[in-house]
């Protein structure tokens, strides 16, 4: 017998667990089973004589009672409104609570009856406040001049107070204690219409099974409504919240209504449930507004409504449409993980210039959803901190602009995908890869010994896949974690061979990103194109028009010097006007097209310079033009430099020195060699020309090729209807 309870004691175990489990009921069971006992008359009287003390206040202990206040009960209905009303309002520095906690409400509980009714204005606010209670009713002022302010629909006391006249006087139903309603369960209406209540209200786990008036009502302190639950409609409208506001866990079976509410500090309705529409249109925010983990089952509104703090949504599900139409975000809006599963109405909404939309891991698929914004503006908010993890998220919603034709923000968020990309493959260049550091690498970097030894011991057995990996070793601590991960790659390491792919990969990914905005932007691309074909006309009107100095100057005109430097100045304006305009990073821009455009060029120019030119027809231009016809022409296949042959000698004539629009003739040779575009076909010579002016010439043409493939590219992923032919399905 023995040896059987030691082969079976976890059984045993397990058992006597359960048994006591079952014999110990649990706190929500024990206050669904608490016996309450009905309230009379005498018992009522009795509790008004004998308040108690509950943290600090002293409080009505009507607990554990069964209230009736049905019509058919209404001598003691009106009792009890009538004495309860008498205690709580007498003159005192100490006012009474109320508590019904794990009472029985049955029939409507009017709880505006209970609270004293009093001007709002300060020479005839009741002397029975307290200085603190005055300063109390005195700060609804200040708000209501906010709603004011923005706009926000006022209640009828705030309409009173910022009225001119004198003798309009609003009045409000003032609550002086504290009102506590644990586990009470209401099974008729509640109204607490136009009350204040100086102290905090705590409702946790409330239950209301009939509609809930809270219209208008100030909490100046803490209320709680964690756990509640509302199932028929609740009305906050027009309510002001100027401490801490907790609705978490809350369940709102029907239509929940804050419209026009102010919450001065946080407010938590994290794992709330809405099961119908929820209004939140003009609320404002002035603290925190966490919605992590809710449930929207419904429409959910939250149109102009103004968040002035952080705006969580993290885990939220949306299954019906969710509106922030003409809302106004001044702080970070957190989409981390949310679920869109209908319409998120982003229209006319206003972001501050640190406010946007961070949407790691959002759920949003973009075949039956839709996300809504203003043209152009709405791609620019969204935010993801990597690629890792989050390309599902960006092509979705990539997608969804495509088939709304909002090309510019389908654009803007490929472009934050491939911006992306390079942080990505920056950090695999530069950084250390932990799965082929040495020992001492990894000292070096700031590991101990003991702690470099167990990455090596562990990388042996298995590599290293993603930096949360380095906190299963017992060596590693958090504090070394948070210091070193950032400087670590992981994953396979990179041969030589693959690491100088991955760095032209970079390279190619920066330019374009730099110079187009990896071909989102059209006004960009055409600003770079500006500045390459304004600085290579002036270098080839340089080259050609200036020559020597000796021993016959040949140097152009005073009219013709200035003349190119007023258009190249012009050219450059307008160019680098684009580029500031568009670009993300306007002087990198500028200093990768300068890479590209000034060091071969000006090396060629200072070497023609120093060996100087001596050959026959020095007095006649390199560049020659067609002289058969003058037009606009496409000259897609055309080259530098005529053929050699005579018939094509007869057709291109030197261009003119004498004329004084000659200098234009430069720049189109820039143009027609950059963009094969140009109103004369213009060329250089085959004859006495200078293989450093020919070079010059041919390196345009060559940088052209890569020019004429960005813009046509660039134009097929911005106009609309390129881009549906090469993108929708």
């Known amino acids: 017998m023995q040896s059987w309870f030691k082969k079976n004691w976890q059984l045993i175990l397990a058992l006597c667990l359960i048994f006591t489990t079952l014999l110990i009921p649990s706190p929500v069971l024990a206050a669904q089973t608490l016996e309450r006992t009905p309230l009379t008359g005498e018992v009522l009287q009795e509790r008004l004589r004998t308040p108690i003390l509950r943290e600090g206040n002293l409080t009505v202990d009507l607990r554990q009672m069964v209230i009736d206040l049905r ?56 002397p029975i406040f307290t200085p603190t209670e005055q300063e109390q009713l005195e700060s609804l002022r200040l708000v209501c001049l906010q709603s004011l302010a923005i706009a926000l629909p006022t209640s009828k006391d705030c309409r009173s107070l910022l009225a001119t006249d004198a003798n309009t006087s609003g009045e409000i139903n003032v ?63 027009g309510s002001i919240f100027f401490d801490k506001a907790n609705f978490k866990q809350v369940q709102f079976q029907e239509q929940a209504d804050f419209q026009g509410s102010i919450f001065e500090d946080a407010a938590n309705f994290s794992q709330a449930l809405f099961k119908q529409l929820t209004k939140f249109s003009y609320v404002q925010w002035q603290g925190n507004a966490n919605f992590s983990e809710v449930r929207f089952a419904n429409q959910a509104q939250f149109t102009k409504a103004n968040f002035n703090q952080i705006l969580s949504l993290a885990d939220a599900t949306f299954e019906q449409a969710v509106i922030f139409r003409e809302a106004q975000f001044e702080q970070p809006v957190n989409l981390r993980g949310a679920a869109i599963l209908n319409l998120a109405d982003f229209s006319d909404a206003s972001f501050s210039k640190t406010a946007f939309l961070s949407v790691p891991g959002l759920s949003f698929n973009s075949n039956q959803s839709k996300i809504l914004g203003n043209l152009g503006q709405i791609g620019k908010m969204f935010c993801v901190p990597n690629l890792q993890g989050n390309q599902n998220v960006l092509r979705n919603l990539g997608q969804n602009f495509r088939q709304q034709q909002q090309i510019a923000d389908a654009n803007q968020l490929e472009y934050t995908k491939q911006h992306l990309r390079l942080v990505q493959l920056s950090q695999r260049l530069v950084r250390t890869n932990i799965n082929n550091a040495s020992i001492n690498r990894l000292i070096n970097l700031g590991f101990s010994a003991t702690q470099a030894e167990a990455i090596s011991n562990r990388r042996a057995v298995q590599p290293f896949r993603n930096s949360s990996e380095l906190l299963t070793l017992a060596d590693i601590d958090l504090e070394t974690y948070n210091k070193l991960s950032d400087r670590l790659s992981f994953g396979e390491p990179l041969s030589l061979g693959n690491w100088l792919l991955q760095a032209w990969s970079w390279l190619a990914l920066s330019v374009l990103l730099l110079l187009s905005g990896y071909g989102t932007n059209f006004w960009l691309a055409f600003g770079v194109g500006g500045v390459a074909i304004a600085y290579f006309g002036l270098l080839f009107w340089l080259v050609d ?105 007869e057709r291109y004539m030197p261009l003119l020195g004498d004329r004084k629009w000659n200098w234009l003739n430069y720049y189109d040779f820039s143009l027609n060699n950059l963009v094969r575009l140009g109103f004369n076909d213009i060329r250089l010579r085959d004859q006495h020309l200078p293989g450093i002016v020919a070079t010059l010439a041919w390196y345009q043409w060559s940088l052209g090729i890569l020019y004429i493939t960005l813009i046509l590219w660039t134009l097929s992923r911005t106009i609309p209807g390129l881009n549906l032919l090469i993108y929708l399905k």
């Open 545 to 649: 028009r200036y020559r020597r100095l000796r021993p016959v100057p040949i140097i152009p005109t005073y009219y013709e010097t200035v003349s190119i430097l007023m258009g190249f100045t012009g050219l450059e304006f307008l160019s680098l006007l684009a580029i500031f305009r568009n670009a993300e990073q306007p002087w990198l821009t500028l200093g990768c097209l300068l890479i590209i455009i000034i060091p071969l060029p000006m090396t060629l120019i200072i070497r023609l310079y120093q060996q100087g030119r001596y050959h026959d027809l020095m007095d006649v231009s390199y560049f020659t033009e067609d002289g058969t016809f003058r037009q606009l022409r496409l000259l897609i296949g055309r080259l530098p430099v005529i053929p050699r042959n005579q018939t094509f000698r």
């Open 71 to 126: 019509p058919e009960n209404a001598s003691f209905r009106d009792s009890f409104y009538q004495l309860l009303r008498k205690e709580l309002q007498k003159t005192s520095n100490k006012p009474l609570g109320l508590d019904l906690s794990y009472s029985l409400i049955q029939g409507d509980f009017l709880g505006s009856e209970l609270a004293l009714r009093t001007p709002l204005y300060v020479q005839a606010i009741a």
């Open 175 to 237: 609550f002086r204690g504290t009102l506590t309603l644990v586990n009470t369960r209401f099974n008729g209406q509640v109204q607490f219409p136009n009350t204040f209540f100086l102290q905090s209200v705590d409702a946790q786990n409330a239950i209301f099974l009939q509609p809930t008036n809270w219209s208008a009502a100030r909490f100046s302190r803490i209320v709680s409504f964690t756990g509640a639950t509302f199932r028929q409609p609740s009305n906050f409208q």
